[in-house]
């Protein structure tokens, strides 16, 4: 299962690539903005993608799309340059789809300015995205199992009424792998507490071979995780809001 990506497929067209970007961002925990008009010292500037985030060393980004088919020339480089130093952003990106030109890095160079492929716009997000979603999981997890303790305790005190298909089905979901893999211990190097790509593939090559499924992406493993855990969620908590036995979150 080696090869995964945040996305299974390659942007379409610009615009596709300023959503998968942009959304790539905002689960890092950025807040984005698409063709965002901003404030120069040269006067307004619409750019493709601006993202910001507080307590990051990188909080100020803006990233400039290209799903050109030739390369990017110098001069869009060196254009984009200016935009990074009249706004005051922290670093910029330009993404493109085939290249740049002969010169490019020379273009960047002493500049906080990156121009990278969409695959190594992946690479370079990846683990801070992996993070992110993994701690996103972790909390629906909680909140799951918290809401598993409600519905036990209301079952002992007979708020609830399960009948034997009932209770077997709440004990599948409670003991159910989606519920498991929102344990953060499932893709952690437990030498250092890390995210670990190798932790990470074996736990969804893992999954899949018990389950008979299959994923595409990171993306569709860690968010068919949280929709099974949310749908769950909703479930009991009618269950619970029926019974008058639901607890304060």
Request: charged share 25%; with cysteine; aromatic share 14%.
């Amino acid at each position: 299962m080696d090869g995964f990506r945040l996305y299974d497929v390659n942007p379409a067209n610009w615009q596709e690539l300023q959503q998968f970007v942009g959304s790539i961002l905002s689960e890092c925990g950025f807040v984005t903005e698409i063709e965002k008009s901003i404030e120069t010292v040269r006067g307004k500037i619409s750019v493709d993608i601006y993202g910001e985030r507080k307590e990051s060393f990188e909080s100020k980004i803006i990233c400039e799309c290209k799903n050109w088919e030739t390369p990017i020339p110098q001069t869009v480089i060196h254009a984009f340059r200016t935009v990074i130093n009249d706004s005051g952003a922290d670093h910029g990106y330009i993404i493109s789809k085939v290249g740049f030109q002969k010169g490019a890095y020379a273009a960047i160079e002493k500049s906080n300015v990156s121009i990278i492929s969409w695959e190594e716009f992946h690479e370079k997000f990846k683990k801070e995205w992996l993070t992110q979603i993994i701690e996103r999981n972790y909390k629906i997890g909680r909140k799951l199992m918290q809401l598993s303790f409600d519905v036990t305790s209301a079952i002992h005190k007979k708020l609830i009424s399960f009948d034997e298909t009932q209770m077997n089905e709440f004990y599948a979901q409670k003991e159910s792998d989606f519920h498991f893999y929102t344990f953060k211990e499932h893709y952690l190097n437990l030498d250092n507490y890390e995210i670990s790509d190798q932790q990470v593939n074996s736990s969804i090559d893992s999954f899949e071979r018990k389950h008979s499924m299959g994923f595409s992406s990171y993306r569709h493993f860690f968010n068919t995780i949280m929709e099974e855990c949310n749908n769950i969620i909703v479930e009991w908590k009618s269950i619970l809001s029926n019974s008058n036995a639901l607890t304060k979150e």
